[in-house]
Every structure is written in structure tokens, then in C-alpha cells.
């Protein structure tokens, strides 16, 4: 089966860095997303990571390694908007790819 | 970059009804639609996976015989709540995305509450 840990909720202050990070097990990796969730909508595409290593798209960089079973999303530059869960998500291959997620995290940003 | 609609986006209904939400691809074809349920402060809950022309793969746990799910053509599926109770009441998102793709797109969302 699939496991996904995240911290429930983080709280950070504009213009930081915060960095939030994702535990998986899985038995067919094939790829890991992060998505970022406000309140009473739908997900926004954040990142895609199937290789080890750091993409950096912007204030927001996403890393993965595979041989760990980790990720982490880092946030640059804070801003009070980026107030919003953050979801870590697998794609798995066994028996046709899905897509679990995390339960997010919640993220705070005060002033 | 892709767009999915999804309507209605909010219904109120009785208890005992049927509810029917729609998803629909606006300009490509969505050979795959994936359907979630998430309840407040959780994560989303994979429902079911259509294919179009096919029957749905629900997820174990979730009642094929409730969740009706069509896919008769390339740029709509629909998921059908019968008879909805208030358990029922929860945020429905479909998600497409097609086989090699790295992004995936979610439809706004249906927000459905039973009275």
C-alpha cells in the first residue's frame, strides 16, 4: 500500500523561508507532485518531481529523493498569500497509475 | 494550459435525492478522469477512475452502486450521488491528465451538501 506523512500545519512570517517536508512509502514511485490548496477550492498545480534532485520554479522549489522516500517543498520570499495548505502527492504505478495525496499541511503566514 | 469545468459548483439538496455533478475537458480530450471526495481539513480521497467507453475502477470502500460515474464521451464525465445522505455532504474534484503528462488538472470542485 501507500503511506504519505506531512506535518499537519506549519507557521511561518512574511519575507522567511519555510520548508515542508514529505515522507513516502510506495511500491511503484512514479512520480511525486506538490499542489498548492486555499480554502474551499480545488488544488493548484505546484510541482512535478520523478528524478532526485531540486527543481527551483520561482519563490518555490521542490526536491526528491527517491532512495529515501522524502520531498520537501521550500517557499522563499513569504508572502501573506501563500497562506494555503500544501499537498504532497505519489503517483503509483502498481496496478495503474493513481495519484494519492497527503493529508497537507497547512500553512500560516503571519506579518 | 488545460481547462476543466465542473458545474454546478454548490448544491444544496434533501436527503433521499440524486445529485449529478459534471466534469468536463474544454480543449482536449480526456481519455481519463479521476474522481475525489475531500471532507473538511482532510485530503483528497481517490473515488473512482473512468475511462471513456468503459466502466469505472472504484477504490475500496466506495459504493459503485451510490457513485455513479459516466464517461460516455471524451470531454465529459459525470458522477451521480443517489439517494445522498448527509455523510455525503463533502467537496467532489475531478482530475484529468493525460497518461505521460507531468501536470495534472482539477476541476474546480462541486461543494454538496445534504440536508
Known amino acids: 500500500g501507500q503511506n504519505i506523512d506531512q506535518p499537519t500545519e506549519m507557521t511561518a512570517t512574511e519575507g522567511a523561508i519555510v520548508q515542508i517536508n514529505c515522507t513516502y512509502q510506495?511500491?511503484?514511485?512514479?512520480?511525486l507532485f506538490w499542489y498548492q490548496q486555499h480554502a474551499g477550492e480545488a488544488p493548484t498545480f505546484l510541482s512535478y518531481n520523478v528524478l532526485d534532485g531540486l527543481e527551483e520554479k520561482g519563490r518555490f522549489s521542490s526536491f526528491l529523493s527517491r532512495s529515501k522516500g522524502y520531498s520537501y517543498l521550500l517557499l522563499k520570499e513569504l508572502q501573506m498569500k501563500d497562506s494555503a495548505s500544501y499537498l504532497c502527492?505519489?503517483?503509483?504505478?502498481?496496478?495503474?497509475?493513481?495519484?494519492?495525496f497527503g493529508a497537507g499541511t497547512r500553512l500560516f503566514v503571519k506579518a | 494550459g488545460a481547462v476543466v469545468s465542473q458545474h454546478p459548483s454548490r448544491v444544496i439538496c434533501k436527503s433521499g435525492t440524486s445529485v449529478k455533478i459534471e466534469c468536463r475537458s474544454l480543449d482536449f480530450q480526456a481519455t481519463t478522469m479521476f474522481w475525489y471526495r475531500q471532507f473538511p481539513k482532510q485530503s483528497l480521497m481517490l473515488m473512482a477512475t473512468?475511462?471513456?467507453?468503459?466502466?469505472?475502477?472504484?477504490e475500496q470502500g466506495v459504493e459503485k452502486d451510490k457513485f455513479l460515474i459516466n464517461h460516455a464521451s471524451l470531454t465529459l464525465s459525470t458522477l451521480t450521488v443517489t439517494s445522498a445522505h448527509p455523510e455525503d455532504s463533502s467537496f467532489y474534484i475531478c482530475?484529468?491528465?493525460?497518461?505521460?503528462?507531468?501536470?495534472?488538472?482539477f476541476g474546480p470542485g462541486t461543494r454538496l451538501t445534504v440536508l
Open positions: 502527492a505519489v503517483r503509483d504505478n502498481t496496478g495503474g497509475f493513481k495519484t494519492i
Open positions: 510506495t511500491s511503484g514511485f512514479n512520480g
Open positions: 482530475r484529468t491528465g493525460s497518461g505521460g503528462a507531468d501536470t495534472q488538472y
Open positions: 473512468s475511462n471513456e467507453g468503459s466502466k469505472a475502477t472504484y
